[in-house]
């Protein structure tokens, strides 16, 4: 039995749940309802219900999954932080790779792990949340080390690297985004340079790994 409706005391860590596997999120609310001092008083399948129910019960912490359908966790942390500008929020997800990284934090998130983490590593990152300590996964930091001072991809070479990914020709590709063939190789080019990549292959498969893309 959870206890999400039982009333929490004033020290009760109280956590939002969000994530679209229901075996996950059950696994994840039976850590949390099992441990001293913490209480799931919500759960989410994507981030629209994460956002209501934010609103609803404003937790103390909300452990938010990236990978979502209709509001992906960026879009959510974005929506409850314009909302809410000290909320917590601790993200667990499959997805490593510097830009996700990057991108959550930068938008608010306190924490980043991933879902291969232990359960004393999620309730860690959950206590130290409220303190305003953040916790990055070991092997999620060790990628964002390694890529510092690196630049990141512009708006405009992703639109030719998603194409790219895509199977697309520089000549379809050029048609496609109203541009010549230079500018696509050109890009192309300056995607090469920045992810240290081989050939267009080599720079999708970097990219993705680095979170600039989801394929």
């Known amino acids: 039995m959870r206890k999400t409706t039982l009333p929490s005391t004033d020290d009760t860590i109280r ?32 981030g629209t219900e994460a956002v209501a129910r934010y609103r609803q019960h404003h937790p103390d912490v909300t452990l938010l999954d990236l990978q979502m359908p209709r509001m992906d966790g960026l879009q959510a942390i974005t929506a409850i932080r314009d909302e809410f500008p000290g909320a917590c929020i601790v993200v667990l997800t499959t997805y490593p790779g510097d830009a996700r990284v990057t991108r959550a934090l930068t938008l608010g998130a306190t924490s980043y792990l991933l879902k291969t983490a232990g359960r004393a590593d999620i309730l860690r990152a959950i206590r130290s949340a409220t303190v305003g300590r953040h916790v990055i996964a070991p092997e999620v930091a060790a990628d964002v080390a390694s890529y510092r001072g690196s630049e990141a991809l512009t708006v405009r070479e992703l639109s030719v690297l998603r194409l790219v990914a895509e199977g697309k020709s520089n000549r379809t590709i050029a048609g496609m985004l109203n541009i010549s063939e230079d500018t696509v190789k050109a890009r192309m080019k300056n995607i090469l340079a920045k992810l240290d990549a081989s050939d267009r292959t080599h720079a999708v498969t970097t990219a993705v790994q680095r979170g600039f893309l989801d394929i």
């Open 15 to 46: 956590v939002l749940v969000v994530d679209d596997h229901p075996l996950m999120r059950d696994g994840l609310c039976a850590a949390i309802d099992s441990e001293q001092g913490m209480s799931v008083i919500g759960e989410a399948a994507e």
